[in-house]
């Protein structure tokens, strides 16, 4: 299995102090010390040995090691050169991982996917506990890497998770919500309190399972204007969507055309853009091609 030690506050506290190193709060460095947590995050990615892993922030490598065993291969991309001292000795009894040492946000993730595909190497699943100042951009970096990716296993801030999973109307709603559910099936597994991390984070966090589709099973059509449309309904939530819309559009769809056009797929104008739902969006931009 893992490398039950790194689950052990006293063993983490053992490594960071001999190698001198001090976490970076800003980069998210909460090092998973609950070997309950860690199992649940293994599980909820069900692992093959003939498949490869990628994981993103290897940390001082605790679930790194956990994957290890699991798969044929683990690649994990770290932006911290600095963990290298601590990672070559945590991580010394295992032969199956390899670390890029690079910014997740720089990193050519097309690139990467194409590569391993050529060479023959199953890689379909993302895991991590993700540094919450990137949690949002990446995962919409990885919804465009739908063609490649079926799962993503992500520990995230609490109300990051919330927004992920929330219904139409509600307080969390957002764009990331119809993003997530556009290109994703997700599945709140976990709620985590900060006291299994160390050092501890001030918020609570959540373990999210996406279910990624192969091919959205919505159809936009003209996805960058479905993708506008969302924006243009929720940049002023408490407008109208005749408002927002027409707004949007100025100069080039008047106000009639637009209430012809919500009264033809039976949305009423008066409704706010944040209670509509995905379908709903979907059937206004389709309209609006037309
Ligand atoms: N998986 C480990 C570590 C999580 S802490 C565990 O669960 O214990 C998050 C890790 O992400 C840290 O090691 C941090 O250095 C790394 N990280 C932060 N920003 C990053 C970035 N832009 N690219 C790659 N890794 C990053």
């Known amino acids: ?75 994990s991309i770290e932006k911290d050169k600095k963990l290298v001292p601590i990672l070559k000795e945590s991580l010394s009894p295992y032969n199956n991982i390899e670390i890029i040492f690079k910014d997740v946000m720089n990193y050519d993730l097309v690139n990467f996917f194409k590569e391993n595909s050529i060479k023959g190497r199953k890689v379909e699943k993302v895991v991590g506990n993700l540094p919450y100042y990137i949690s949002l951009p990446l995962i919409r970096k990885f919804f465009e890497l739908n063609k490649y990716l079926k799962l993503a296993v992500f520990l995230v801030q609490k109300e990051v998770g919330e927004r992920l999973i929330a219904k139409a109307g509600s307080k969390e709603y957002s764009i990331l919500s119809i993003i997530t559910q556009y290109y994703s099936r997700p599945e709140k597994i976990h709620l985590v309190p900060y006291t299994v991390f160390y050092p501890q984070p001030k918020v609570s966090s959540m373990i999210i399972r996406l279910n990624i589709y192969e091919k959205p099973p919505i159809n936009v059509g003209d996805e960058k204007l479905f993708l506008n449309i969302i924006k243009a309904s929720f940049q002023q939530r408490r407008k109208r969507l005749i408002n927002s819309l027409s707004n949007y559009f100025k100069g080039n ?29 979907a059937k206004l931009s389709n309209q609006l091609t037309k």
């Open 1 to 75: 299995m893992n490398n039950p030690k790194l689950t052990s506050p006293t063993e983490v506290m053992r490594l960071l102090k001999k190698y001198n190193f001090k976490c970076q709060r800003r980069w998210g460095q909460n090092f998973l010390i609950d070997q309950n947590v860690l199992q649940i995050i293994v599980d909820s990615l069900k692992l093959s040995k003939e498949e490869c892993i990628l994981e993103i922030g290897t940390g001082i490598g605790t679930l790194t090691s956990a994957l290890s065993s699991l798969t044929k291969q683990v690649i």
């Open 253 to 281: 769809i008047n106000k009639l055309e637009i209430e012809d056009v919500l009264q033809k797929i039976d949305i009423n104008k008066n409704r706010r853009g944040e209670t509509l739902t995905l379908e709903e969006f």
